[in-house]
DNA sequence: TATGTTGTTTAAACCGCTTTAACGACCGCG
DNA sequence: CGCGGTCGTTAAAGCGGTTTAAACAACATA
């Protein structure tokens, strides 16, 4: 009768099944060497009780926490519109829930980014870490080691420094849109490009830069549209301004976010897309599909991405190490702002009359 | 030096600065009657091995997990481009991470989502959780009373069922939209209304409806438009297909993605925004001011609503109650979307009579 | 009868911290 | 000189589980 206005803890079970906390312990966890009917007096008690083991008091005798570590590192204004963490996290709990685990999810601005990570590891609060939006030179893998909190890379190997990767490769997406963009008869595509000190942001640049080479042109300009929209629409700005014969007549974004900006600005310097300038972006945003043209766009399973980083993370806890996943790359979804080149008008003459493009695949 | 391969505990602080391990522990929570000079030591020596307390081995002896708890309940294709929740998360942390307390983050479908509070209080692995996204009639106010899990209600105090609310008004931003609109001479105002079962949705519908009243105007059309970009234009669809006569010349939507979506298919069916028909959001998403034209759109301080939802939810797990609080309300932000009325009666202009749009009806 | 054996069950130690109560040293005071 | 009062410190008992090793029946073996 005491029981009822405290949680129930292992020692009320033991009392109403009249045995000891061991062997409701054992119960628990499947342990053998419990008789059938003893097992299931037990279980039967743990329910009628409502009883489920403190995850404070496991994690204290088993040494794990049971939950993963997540660390935003965004600047308060870049939040918000990213349709990838929301899926990713859905993914990651699709392998952390059945088990009863947790994801512990931490927003901190990029000076707490170390110390966030620091108190994660000396807290004992998770079993691990997942490392998003890796940066060049990106100084986690290194800390993650050092404080000995087994980590996972969301992304290119490449930048992994020795931890497990899981890797979708965001490439043929960029490669295609461009060899799709020089069958249309773009010769003049420009590039607006995440934030630098973003791995997957010069990834795609350098993939976008790869295929314009491939086809025989020259790359366009690049300009910084740092993931915004913001950033997108100024980038924007300063393409079109061009005069017409320099103006880039197909622009590829890093992604939707800045693209569906560019669609704006393109309509306000009254440029039609894609008659006058084709457009496309990468995330295949929920309303890609709904801009006006439809963006072309590129969809990643963000969903498996965080069941495969959660599954991975699992392998490095409990064996030390797990082998790098790749998963399907990204395809591209080629909507209506992608269209013709405009016949006649932009594009340099010295490529039109000189280049042969052969559109060839780059291997990945 | 034992101490290399495993991570420091009080003991090893202890041992360090020649003190007992409660020592440690009073220096450590400032606890009175330790000399200064040992204290000073004490802490020296926590630093030299960079230890920190173990967060479960603390939530198990003082009964606190120091960690609050977050279910978000969505349809897995739901999520993404919801701006609500980055900012909103970002805002519990700005209460949390001082402290070094943690959010713990469930994304559940809707069946199981009974079952993910049930576990969060049987667990103790959160000391409270806020409740989101209120729906008519929701289960959860009684469900954590029965769990006794402290809880906040985000979101009107109308449907806390005698929990502490922190709300935020959204209706004022719908009233001063459609007065607005009226006042640009607007007479026929439909609307595309989020999913019935959520309390906002409902309450943004019924302060449009009231304010359309209030000007002596007959309510528009209401139609489903589920929050979401295909949801919002299929609405859209519906109602710009009507006889030019019929069709109504503003639509004020439930949300910006809906509304988004919505300006495209007006451009798709040949009408032109703010000219033909006037659109109005709601969330001010970082693509309102760059869509086009830029969309009406209105803001809320998700952030501090987070942060004052966890400064409540603090107060709930320390006296068992908190005084509801309600934050400034959003604010709407006229944009180009808006504009007068079509001239000449009910929306009119000569070439529409042309169009036939592709009305395609969809069950919401 | 002593000796294993096997199958169940439990006592007790432990995980790392907090906290209460007790302890010894030192103080001034009557 | 003995007494109560501070002050600084620590021993020890939790918190709620897990786990190891030992206890205990019951029963077969030598």
Request: with cysteine; hydrophobic share 45%; proline share 8%.
């Given at each position: ?21 061991s062997a409701?312990s054992f119960a628990l966890n499947g342990r053998p060497g419990l008789a059938k009917?003893t097992k ?325």
């Amino acid at each position: 009768m005491a029981a009822r206005d405290r949680r129930p803890t292992i020692a009320d079970v033991a009392k109403l099944a009249g045995v000891s906390p061991s062997a409701v312990s054992f119960a628990l966890n499947g342990r053998p060497g419990l008789a059938k009917e003893t097992k299931s007096r037990i279980l039967a008690a743990a329910a009628e009780l409502g009883w489920r083991p403190s995850r404070p008091a496991q994690a204290l005798s088993h040494g794990k926490a049971g939950a993963f570590g997540l660390v935003l590192t965004r600047e308060t204004d870049a939040i918000g519109a990213d349709p990838f963490f929301p899926a990713f996290i859905a993914g990651v709990e699709s392998v952390l829930s059945p088990r009863g685990d947790s994801l512990v999810l931490h927003v901190t601005g990029p000076d707490d980014e170390a110390a966030a990570y620091t108190r994660l590891a000396a807290d004992r609060r998770v079993d691990g870490v997942l490392l998003t939006d890796m940066r060049i030179d990106d100084p986690r893998p290194a800390l993650t080691s050092e404080l000995r909190l087994p980590a996972v890379v969301v992304g290119d190997p490449e930048c992994a420094q020795g931890l497990c990767a899981v890797g979708l490769d965001d490439r043929p997406a960029f490669t295609s849109a461009v060899e799709r963009l020089v069958e249309l008869g773009h010769r003049h595509i420009a590039h607006v490009a995440g934030p630098q000190e973003f791995r997957h942001s010069r990834r795609r640049q350098e993939s976008w830069e790869l295929a314009v080479r491939a086809a025989g042109l020259t790359p366009g300009p690049v300009l910084p549209g740092g993931f915004t929209a913001d950033g997108g629409a100024a980038a924007t700005r300063e393409l079109l301004a061009a005069d017409a014969r320099d103006r880039p007549t197909a622009i590829v974004y890093a992604n939707d976010l800045s693209a569906t900006a560019g669609l704006a600005v393109a309509h306000q310097l009254g440029l039609a897309v894609p008659e006058d300038v084709s457009v496309v972006g990468y995330d295949d945003t929920p309303l890609a599909a709904y801009t006006h043209p439809p963006l072309a766009s590129a969809r990643a399973d963000a969903l498996g991405w965080g069941a495969a980083a959660a599954r991975a993370l699992d392998a490095v806890i409990k064996d030390g190490r797990a082998d790098d996943v790749e998963l399907a790359p990204a395809e591209l979804l080629p909507r209506a702002s992608m269209g013709p080149a405009p016949a006649g008008g932009p594009g340099r003459k010295s490529e039109r009359t000189t280049i042969r493009p052969t559109v060839r695949r780059e291997p990945c």
